[in-house]
Nanobody, 126 residues
Framework: QVQVEESGGGLVQAGDSVMLSCVVS?????????MGWFRQAPGKEREEREC???????????YYTDSVTVRFTISRDNDKNTVYLQMNDVNPGDTDVYYC???????????????WGRGTQITVSS
């Protein structure tokens, strides 16, 4: 059974840096999977989750939504079955639940991913 576990969330102040980590267990093909981070704002439905960043299986191709480009960096360590999201200069608009996701195909829509974590809350105070 595949398990996806995020960590690193919490309450931070605007301008701070935060690193989210995601460890995937039970997925022997992790190094063949695209990984990424989605976020869901309070009151929004699952289908409205926003793709924040994605990274391909080898780590040499990444995607960022416009609002986080330059500030966030996604990376992965296939030896550790782990993906990271370095968040710099966070602002209150980054307040959301962040989900780690994985799947055999990359993309920016939620339904292409098969592995989902339970999410970790990031709250940014002004």
């Amino acid at each position: 059974q595949v398990q996806v576990e995020e960590s690193g969330g919490g309450l931070v102040q605007a301008g701070d840096s935060v690193m989210l980590s995601c460890v995937v267990s039970g997925r022997r093909t992790f190094d063949n999977y695209a990984m990424g981070w989605f976020r869901q704002a309070p009151g929004k439905e699952r289908e409205e989750r926003e793709c924040v960043a994605t990274i391909n299986y080898s780590g040499d191709t990444t995607y960022y939504t416009d609002s986080v480009t330059v500030r966030f960096t996604i990376s992965r360590d296939n030896d550790k079955n782990t993906v990271y999201l370095q968040m710099n200069d966070v602002n209150p608009g980054d307040t959301d639940v962040y989900y780690c996701i994985g799947g055999p195909f990359g993309g920016t829509t939620a339904d292409v991913y098969v592995d989902w974590g339970r999410g970790t809350q990031i709250t940014v105070s002004s």
